[in-house]
């Protein structure tokens, strides 16, 4: 079981561009959930996703930010007209119950704008 | 906002030493967590206590607990330089299936 798999691992993206990030989840988990780490800090959530749903987005910036996880491949995480205080690291977990305390992390992708 | 707060921040020790870590949080809880971040790495799940536990350890770790205080608190025994990393509590509320993280505890351990 290779465990929760984000990648790419570093992305440098300049102002404007898109960032698509991508996290596919152990084997057998239906539910995956998307965090961002800023620098210094703790992760904060963002969105909380099961196959072709979303169940919860309140962490989720209202513009240029997106989410889905399809019935095929990976969670896509995507990012819009990047910003430079979009550079932060972008966690995903995975989960077999939806139960927080079953979570498995990725390694995350750490996302720079320059 | 950020519901569990770590105490200290930043913490140095000698090898062999205990470290001892604390962590706040404001609403009530099911349970609480104990994450371990490496610079630039992903993170690794230490220990999970519930809101009807007091104490759990696991090898060198002992987390504790007390719901009328809201507070919890991981020592590390014996400290090794490979224990040097980042330390995140992490709450999971009532009725939501996220995890709250607090801001962390950096530890370095100097061999």
């Known amino acids: 079981n290779a465990g929760v798999m984000q990648n790419p691992r570093h992305l440098v993206r300049r102002r404007g561009q898109e960032a698509r990030l991508r996290c596919s989840p152990m084997?057998?988990?239906?539910?995956v959930y998307w965090y961002r780490q800023l620098p210094e800090e703790g992760l904060k959530f963002m969105v909380y996703?099961?196959?072709?749903?979303?169940?919860?987005e309140s962490g989720m910036p209202k513009e240029r930010f997106s989410a889905e996880f399809p019935k095929e491949g990976p969670s896509i995480l995507r990012i819009q007209q990047v910003v430079r205080g979009d550079s932060a690291a972008y966690f995903c977990?995975?989960?077999?119950?939806?139960?927080?305390?079953?979570?498995?992390f990725g390694s995350g992708t750490r996302l720079t704008v320059v | 906002s950020q519901q569990g707060e770590e105490d200290p921040q930043a913490l140095s020790i000698q090898e062999g030493e205990n470290a001892t870590m604390n962590c706040s949080y404001k609403?009530?809880?099911?349970?609480l967590q104990w994450y371990r971040q490496n610079s630039g790495r992903g993170l690794v799940h230490l220990i999970l206590?519930?809101?009807?536990?007091r104490e759990k350890h696991s090898g060198r770790l002992r987390v504790t607990l007390d719901t009328s205080k809201k507070s919890s608190s991981l020592l590390i025994t014996a400290s090794r330089a490979a224990d040097t990393a980042s330390y995140f509590c992490?709450?999971?509320?009532?009725?939501?299936?996220?995890?709250?993280f607090g801001k962390g505890t950096k530890l370095t351990v100097n061999p």
């Open positions: 977990a995975s989960s077999p119950t939806g139960e927080s305390d079953s979570y498995t």
């Open positions: 084997k057998g988990h239906s539910h």
């Open positions: 996703l099961q196959k072709e749903n979303i169940i919860d």
């Open positions: 609403t009530s809880i099911n349970n």
């Open positions: 206590i519930r809101s009807n536990e």
């Open positions: 992490a709450t999971h509320q009532g009725g939501s299936e996220k995890l709250v």
